[in-house]
């Protein structure tokens, strides 16, 4: 059987490994929406910092800093918990050599932690397969999210705070975890990602994401560091 004949079985697979995993990301998404409703930024910008963005830490940290800090401090608050997104990069940049350019240029847009953690594993499939699974994953987080996201700000005007929405950033870390089991460094990040964003959710302006996600990039980074020096 060809590539090309495999290519409707690859997009079942990504389906049906895609969806499970972004059911934990649903609260988060709909914090964030909840989030667009209550921050100073006008709501079309809010929703607009999501495909500028494609993170939801860093939407989240845009949102609520957002006339409570300066330019500065906000846009450094984006770019430190993007910054994983580099050690992402570097990972699959072998699986992108051999893709068509449009696809170079285009694909790294969705790569979200939950897109990684689902495509890594396939990077060393063929072209095309990886390039079908990579994008059908990607198009249940978009699609999905944006749902979510817009479910959250139709009801941020009314979801009661004693539902702890806070909490979902670890929620969604937790999810990394269980489809990451294969894979060390991927679950250290997420364990740690996860207890330093619930241990820190008690402090301002959502900055338990900021020590979530720096702890949750450092421990990954030194988790697979050992392991290579380990090889």
Same mark, same amino acid.
């Given at each position: 059987?060809?590539?090309?004949?495999?290519?409707?079985?690859?997009?079942?697979?990504?389906?049906?490994?895609?969806?499970?995993?972004?059911?934990?990301? &649903?609260?988060?998404?709909l914090?964030?929406?909840?989030?667009?409703?209550?921050?100073v930024?006008?709501?079309?910008?809010?929703?607009?910092?999501?495909?500028?963005?494609?993170?939801?830490?860093?939407?989240?940290?845009?949102?609520?800093?957002?006339?409570?800090?300066?330019?500065?401090?906000?846009m450094?608050?984006?770019?430190? &918990?993007?910054?994983?997104? &580099?050690?992402?990069?570097?990972?699959?940049?072998?699986?992108?050599?051999?893709?068509?350019?449009?696809?170079r240029?285009?694909?790294?847009?969705?790569?979200?932690?939950?897109?990684?953690?689902?495509?890594?594993?396939?990077?060393?499939?063929?072209?095309?397969?990886?390039?079908?699974?990579?994008?059908?994953?990607?198009?249940?987080?978009?699609?999905?999210?944006?749902?979510?996201?817009?479910?959250?700000?139709?009801?941020?005007?009314?979801?009661? @705070?004693?539902?702890?929405?806070?909490y979902?950033? @670890?929620?969604?870390?937790?999810?990394?975890?269980?489809?990451?089991l294969?894979?060390?460094?991927?679950?250290?990040?997420?364990?740690?990602?996860?207890?330093?964003?619930?241990?820190?959710?008690?402090?301002?302006?959502?900055?338990?994401?900021?020590?979530?996600?720096?702890?949750?990039?450092?421990?990954?980074?030194?988790?697979?560091?050992?392991?290579?020096? @380990?090889?």
């Open positions: 059987m060809t590539a090309t004949t495999d290519l409707p079985q690859v997009s079942r697979q990504a389906l049906a490994d895609a969806v499970p995993l972004f059911l934990p990301a &649903i609260p988060f998404a914090v964030v929406g909840v989030a667009i409703r209550q921050s930024i006008p709501a079309g910008a809010g929703m607009f910092s999501s495909p500028a963005l494609m993170a939801g830490a860093a939407q989240l940290a845009l949102l609520t800093l957002a006339g409570t800090a300066s330019i500065w401090a906000v450094s608050a984006v770019i430190v &918990i993007n910054a994983r997104h &580099i050690m992402y990069s570097a990972a699959l940049s072998p699986a992108f050599k051999d893709q068509p350019r449009w696809f240029w285009f694909g790294p847009f969705f790569l979200l932690d939950q897109v990684f953690a689902l495509t890594a594993p396939h990077s060393a499939d063929s072209p095309a397969q990886f390039r079908r699974y990579y994008l059908v994953v990607s198009a249940v987080f978009f699609t999905g999210w944006h749902v979510s996201l817009a479910a959250g700000l139709a009801v941020g005007s009314v979801v009661p @705070a004693a539902w702890q929405l806070g979902a950033p @670890a929620v969604m870390f937790v999810g990394l975890v269980v489809f990451g294969d894979r060390r460094p991927a679950v250290v990040a997420a364990v740690v990602g996860a207890t330093a964003s619930f241990l820190a959710i008690g402090l301002p302006n959502r900055a338990g994401l900021l020590v979530g996600a720096l702890c949750g990039v450092v421990a990954g980074f030194l988790a697979d560091r050992t392991g290579n020096d @380990a090889k």
